[in-house]
């Protein structure tokens, strides 16, 4: 599994208000860059969870009609970026006719019912549960899973799709499962 949680080396321009000159510099700044970044989602960066140190503070600019100090920054920050094809663990967090939606690190994923198992799946609306027909698998919220990023869309609210029906992938029992009768039949092989 790759961990989907980096730590980046940012170079940024901080805008320090006359109201906090006075103020200590580094904490005034920090306090800038955690209201700018923490809990967004970049781009390239993904979702910034935390700015966790301020390594460089540039001598203030002023430009001609603002009274604010322009300041290069270089910090360190933590976020969470998916990235395709990468094995994530999560927790079903809800169950729909449609599929199920994942907790991976900040953020819910979602596996469409084509891509949960080898299976006709059905819906119990009233169990939140999603059926196999022949397996009688059965997933809810929850239930531990295993699976991989298949879509990443960046546009809007990020959008992550996941797929289950690869080997060593899906519901974590499902997977102890298959390894037991691996080892079973490799057993009663030798």
């Not at 920054?73 to 933590?78: A, M, W």
């Not at 976020?79 to 663990?89: A, D, N, Y």
Request: positive net charge; without cysteine; hydrophobic residues 40%.
């Amino acid at each position: 599994m790759l961990v989907l949680y980096r730590e980046y080396l940012v170079l940024d321009t901080v805008r320090v208000p006359p109201d906090k000159f006075g103020s200590d510099l580094k904490e005034v700044v920090t306090e800038l860059l955690r209201k700018t970044y923490e809990g967004k989602w970049d781009r390239d960066l993904g979702v910034v969870l935390a700015v966790t140190e301020v390594e460089e503070i540039g001598v203030g600019k002023i430009i001609p009609g603002d009274g604010a100090t322009y300041h290069e920054v270089k910090f360190k920050l933590i976020s969470f970026k998916p990235e395709l094809q990468e094995v994530v663990e999560g927790e079903v967090v809800d169950v729909a006719e449609f599929g199920i939606f994942v907790r991976i690190g900040p953020m819910d994923a979602l596996a469409h019912v084509s891509q949960i198992m080898e299976d006709y799946i059905s819906y119990d609306r009233k169990q939140g549960v999603l059926i196999g027909k022949e397996s009688r698998r059965s997933i809810k919220s929850g239930d531990r899973v295993r699976a991989r990023i298949i879509a990443v869309s960046m546009k809007g609210k990020p959008k992550i799709g996941l797929t289950m029906k690869q080997p060593g992938l899906g519901k974590i029992e499902w997977i102890e499962e298959e390894v037991k009768k691996k080892e079973k039949a490799k057993a009663n092989k030798g």
